[in-house]
């Protein structure tokens, strides 16, 4: 079971970098790894998603070592808009209902 | 393009009482989860469906929830009869679906704004 670990809450300030790193040590083969930001009372909504290396999209980067172990959400010049909280979700297209699990996520508080 | 929509917003009942959520999925998507989602916690999957088959509910209490998707479109979830650990936010996404790809396939989620259910 692809269980991940994130951090509780992180902290920052507007104009930093953030990074927030997801812990997967059982990863399978088929297995992607999803971000989603949630704002209150809205549902998740899609980051970025990547299988290994690096992915750069218009909002975020995500950095995953070649062990596929653990993987890094990073957000540049966040904002108080991205108060949010962030999941980061280890499935496969294919993975049945009892591995896809989102984990408690991590909830950054952006202050100016 | 319409995002994924749910209805109602909010539901108050009391214990017992059977209850009813909604959803609609975005157009052309063939794949339809229900997930519930208890207050500090991440989303947990409790159905999915690829068009009108349930391809997954191992996660479903059978005793009193069920869902349909009669048509491959709109779903409905359902919990008969309600009890009070069952108040949580009830969310519905979709996607496209399978696809033909002999490699790792994913399949990117898409989320509606999801059922508030408070038990009494």
């Known amino acids: 079971l692809a269980k991940t670990t994130q951090p509780i809450s992180m902290d920052s300030y507007e104009g930093q970098e953030v990074n927030i790193t997801c812990s997967h040590n059982?990863?399978?083969?088929?297995?992607?790894i999803t971000w989603y930001q949630q704002f209150p009372s809205q549902g998740p909504r899609f980051i970025i998603q990547?299988?290994?290396t690096k992915v750069t999209n218009e909002v975020a980067s995500l950095f995953i070592p070649a062990d596929r172990k653990s993987s890094t959400l990073s957000l540049p010049r966040v904002s108080l808009s991205d108060t949010a909280v962030y999941y980061c979700?280890?499935?496969?297209?294919?993975?049945?209902?009892?591995?896809?699990?989102f984990g408690s996520g991590t909830r950054l508080s952006i202050r100016p | 393009e319409a995002g994924v929509v749910q209805s109602p917003r909010y539901k108050i009942i009391e214990k017992k009482q059977p209850v009813a959520f909604w959803c609609n999925p975005i157009?052309?998507?063939?794949?339809l989860y229900w997930y519930l989602q208890n207050l500090g916690q991440g989303p947990e999957l409790l159905i999915r469906?690829?068009?009108?088959?349930?391809?997954?509910d191992s996660q479903l209490p059978k005793d009193r929830f069920s869902a349909e998707r009669l048509k491959g479109v709109d779903s409905t979830l359902k919990i008969q009869p309600a009890e009070l650990g069952d108040s949580a936010v009830y969310l519905c996404?979709?996607?496209?679906?399978?696809?033909?790809?002999?490699?790792?396939?994913?399949?990117?989620?898409?989320f509606g704004p999801g059922t508030r259910l408070t038990v009494l």
């Open positions: 996404a979709s996607s496209l679906g399978l696809r033909t790809s002999g490699g790792p396939s994913t399949d990117t989620q898409y």
């Open positions: 059982n990863i399978a083969t088929n297995d992607y």
């Open positions: 990547g299988y290994k």
């Open positions: 979700l280890v499935a496969g297209r294919y993975s049945s209902a009892s591995k896809i699990i």
């Open positions: 157009s052309g998507h063939n794949t």
């Open positions: 469906y690829e068009n009108e088959e349930a391809v997954d």
